[in-house]
């Protein structure tokens, strides 16, 4: 895991880490924008075909919200389109506004995200001048919560920390919450503290990373069989049934939603699996 620095793109870390390891099979799972900081799982050699399975998984993030203007982004990397006076803000009504984004909610994505729009990213069509407006989509907000605030002037900045599934924009949320309380907002600040099982507990800096790739254990890779076991229920085979995943083939169903980490008598990693009906199927091999 990568503590991503702010000011670089995810792609910029990936073909940091390419160059340190050596390889050209490197990716990432879950994009952070340049201005986000923490956890970004990369993926090196075989673990690239875990990557597009941990995007799925929660995520959490400590956050900054300010409260009287508005971005073209929703974060403070865009132009501010509209400011107000949020001096009058209450504490009351920032917790009620939280609460009301929390749980399942329909959330518009921000305009300028990687969200496609008939094929093309919508931030692509809102640079070349086109007027976008995606559809909500369900999200799970399990945790927002309201950590801290400071008044600068006519802004209210809100330190929060959330809690959220697969596909949810933080700036979104710190812009809907601006407007319910009609004064607009967007992000400040962004710090992705987990993915899924995964922490800032076992991520590197950059430049610890080029230096641990230069020492003679080489850089810290956490090995396939225990990023797997981290992230997804597990299953145990006898020989025979590692002989079928091995080739491909199906087990009975595990029962259990989403995909499922298998291994062999010896405990290598064989595959991903998923129930389909009274079977499941490989969605990876890995043997």
Do not use: C, W
């Amino acid at each position: 895991m990568v503590d991503k620095p702010a000011g670089i793109t995810s792609h910029d870390v990936v073909a940091r880490v390419r160059r340190l390891a050596g390889t050209r099979r490197v990716g990432h799972a879950g994009t952070l924008d340049p201005m986000a900081t923490g956890v970004l799982v990369v993926g090196v050699n075989r673990a690239t075909r875990l990557l597009g399975h941990l995007t799925l998984t929660e995520k959490a993030y400590d956050a900054t919200i300010r409260l009287g203007a508005t971005t073209v982004t929703d974060d403070a990397e865009g132009e501010v389109v509209t400011t107000a006076d949020a001096s009058g803000v209450t504490e009351d009504a920032v917790r009620s506004g939280v609460a009301a984004l929390t749980g399942d909610i329909a959330q518009v994505p921000s305009a300028v995200s990687a969200v496609k729009v008939a094929g093309e990213r919508s931030y692509r069509r809102v640079r070349a001048g086109e007027d976008v407006e995606l559809p909500p989509r369900p999200v799970i907000v399990h945790r927002f919560d309201v950590v801290g605030s400071r008044r600068e002037g006519g802004f209210l900045d809100v330190e929060v920390q959330v809690v959220v599934s697969s596909g949810t924009y933080v700036r979104a949320l710190a812009r809907d919450l601006g407007s319910a309380l009609g004064v607009g907002g967007h992000l400040t600040a962004l710090r992705r503290t987990r993915v899924g099982p995964y922490g800032l507990g076992g991520a590197h800096t950059l430049d610890e990373l080029a230096e641990l790739a230069a020492a003679p254990a080489g850089l810290p890779v956490l090995p396939i069989a225990d990023a797997a076991r981290a992230a997804f229920p597990t299953r145990e085979l006898d020989a025979a049934a590692a002989t079928v995943v091995s080739h491909g083939g199906p087990l009975p169903a595990t029962g259990v939603p989403g995909p499922t980490a298998v291994f062999g008598p010896d405990g290598r990693f064989l595959a991903l699996v998923e129930d389909r009906g009274p079977t499941t199927r490989a969605v990876a091999v890995f043997v």
